[in-house]
């Protein structure tokens, strides 16, 4: 019977006949003395077997490679002065095994050193073939556990002090619009029918709301069929949050709590409240991004009302079509970026055009407020205009101002990268900062040019802002934004909760009254039986944590992960089914595979 794991031995259990599970992390034999780290989920710590002190382990131990699963049983034992390993938590005592009994031996050559003390690097797509493997080294399994922690911590946070009940919800549901696209299922007892898989427990959530739940919770599986980034899966999971009778504010406040108790937690870490705040607008200005990278400067600046009327060609038919001409003002730019570099076959040009962006317009700034730039810039800017740009952008000798112009969407797009790039180059990112803030007052709608017509910029169940009810198209959402060092972290509102209202918002993104009562009848009908004014909020705990660990990638903090393909490498998902499968669902595939 296990008596400890691995790595909650101390000094303090010197003397105790201790009984351990695990695998063989690495063995040393030095002098006919066989040294073994014996690995579990807790940690790792010394095993000794000597022909001298155990005979009766002795060959067994002799026998043990890495990776074989084994019981020891033995005495804990005071390390010698010389042998003591002050990098792991158990590296005060050893442990002289009285048995050693094998479980199950490695059969196969391993596909990688598995071993915490081997630093070579394996390529991802090994690691997640062989996952169970990765799973057992150091860093995903530390990564594993602080997931454990995290959502740990949140449960008894929103249970025992904030009073929330957790609440499942449906994995199978009905496909609605907007968002990405659904992952959808045929029925096979429903023929012709078809269920969807969630993107989110939105509506649900709102309808526990309208049953009185008050304070509902849920670690919920999601899934989206969209491609796929560093920071995004097909499944995933969120925390799900949604609060009856609670101002804007109110939620606000009970949310900074949450993240400031799971920092401290998990992190150790205080994290002073209230949180800063952006305005939408005032993000996009500053930053051209609605998730901004504040441990940083490198601010943008509208020069639009300046150059409206200079004589360069670029601006003036950006700023005519109703665009806007904005400067990231780079300090020191001129000695580290070239003008090859800003020019066609250059990096810095090669950011701008994958944001969209035709070219990149520069000014370089010189001693006694001269500039150096082409031409065609230099010769149709007037002395005063000259002189507004220097101030509006505080621009010394050494700066570097790279121009943005066109529609606001491309230029901000455009800036943002180059922002984010340059200070990556620079190293003005301080990797020890948590600058955590509330990007709030979005619009209802964004423009879609492709279906020209609007569509909710968050989803079409989120409240306008009281003030702006008298013209829904133009009007600001109560939503709001928790961004986390340039990554969002979680994104929520208050709801509609008057069927009225949600019958305009259903309207002004071009929703007929017969499709919005098909979609979306069951909400509408429930907004008729006293539904009380409501918010929430949707974390997502895989990017949280994946923030929380230092990685770059979702993939190293979810236990099966798909590839950017949407591919299980473990299982070779997605796969092929039997044409008897799909018969009873009465489906068949249009696929032709290419010859």
């Known amino acids: 019977m296990r008596t400890h794991y691995c790595g909650e031995l101390r000094s303090s259990h ?17 002098g006919g003395v066989i040294f073994l780290d014996l690995r579990d989920r807790s940690g790792t710590v010394q095993i000794v077997s000597d022909p001298q002190r155990t005979p009766d382990s002795y060959e067994e131990a002799n026998a043990l490679r890495n990776e074989y699963v084994v019981e020891i049983t033995g005495r804990v034992t005071q390390r010698p002065e010389e042998s003591l390993n002050s990098r792991i938590p158990t590296g005060e005592v050893e442990i002289y095994a009285d048995k050693i009994t094998l479980l199950n031996a490695v059969r196969k050559q391993l596909p990688f050193q598995v071993s915490s003390a081997d630093t070579e690097p394996v390529r991802e797509e090994l690691r997640l073939k062989y996952r169970y493997l990765d799973l057992r080294r150091d860093r995903m399994a530390k990564n594993l556990q602080l997931r454990h922690q995290v959502v740990k911590s ?71 069929d969209e491609d796929l980034r560093a920071d995004r899966q097909p499944e995933f999971t969120q925390l799900d949050m ?54 940083y400067g490198l601010e943008l600046v509208d020069v639009s009302d300046i150059l409206k009327d200079s004589g360069f ?9 109703g665009g806007i001409v904005k ?63 220097l101030q509006r952008t505080n621009a010394q000798p050494g700066h570097l101002l790279l121009f943005g112009a066109g529609d606001g969407a491309t230029v901000n797009k455009t800036l943002d990268r180059l922002r984010q790039y340059t200070a990556r180059e620079f190293n003005l990112i301080d990797s020890q900062k948590i600058n955590l803030l509330w990007v709030v007052d979005f619009p209802m709608f964004e423009w879609n040019p492709g279906e020209k017509r609007l569509e909710a910029l968050h989803h079409p169940f989120t409240a306008p ?59 509408l009908e429930a907004f008729e039986y006293g539904t009380p004014p409501h918010g929430g909020i949707a974390y997502g705990l895989d990017r949280l944590v994946m923030l929380l660990t230092g990685e770059e990638s979702i993939r190293d903090v979810i236990a099966f992960p798909k590839t950017q393909q949407a591919r299980c490498l473990l299982t070779d998902a997605p796969s092929s089914v039997d044409d008897k499968q799909l018969k009873e669902l009465q489906v068949a595939s249009t696929f032709k595979p290419k010859v």
């Open 14 to 30: 010197i003397g105790e006949t201790v009984t351990l599970y695990g695998w063989v992390d690495r063995r040393r034999d030095h």
């Open 465 to 523: 802002h009281p003030d702006d009810l008298d013209d829904l198209k133009t009007a600001r959402a109560q939503a709001y934004d928790l961004v986390l060092n340039g990554l969002e972290v979680g994104g929520g509102s208050r709801r509609i909760y008057q069927r009225e209202i949600q019958e305009q918002v259903f309207e002004a993104i071009g929703l007929s009254p017969e499709e919005a009562q098909n979609k979306f009848g069951f909400l």
């Open 242 to 295: 949604e609060m009856s009778f609670m101002s804007l504010e109110e939620i606000i406040e009970l949310n900074e709590k949450l993240v400031c108790h799971i920092f401290q937690n998990i992190k150790g870490i205080e994290v002073s409240r209230p949180f800063p705040r952006l305005t939408y607008a005032e993000a996009m200005a500053r930053y051209g991004s609605d998730k901004p990278d504040t441990r």
């Open 327 to 389: 400067i990231l003002p780079i300090p020191h730019g001129n000695d580290a970026i070239s003008n090859v570099r800003i020019k066609p076959g250059g990096d810095i040009f090669k950011e701008a055009s994958e944001a969209g962006a035709k070219g990149l317009a520069y000014i370089r700034v010189r001693e006694n407020g001269e500039i150096d730039t082409i031409g065609a810039i230099k010769d149709n800017l007037t002395p005063e205009q000259k002189q507004e740009i």
């Open 154 to 224: 949140i449960r008894r946070y929103l249970e025992d002090v904030e009073g929330f009940m957790e609440v499942e919800t449906p994995f199978l549901t009905r496909s609605t619009p907007e968002g990405a696209r659904d992952y959808i299922l045929p029925s096979r007892v429903n023929p012709g029918e078809w269920f969807a898989l969630p993107q989110s427990p939105q509506l649900f959530k709102q309808l526990l709301m309208v049953s009185g739940c008050d304070r509902y919770y849920q670690v919920a599986r999601c899934f989206r």
């Open 313 to 321: 060609k670029v601006f003036n038919e950006a700023i005519a079509k």
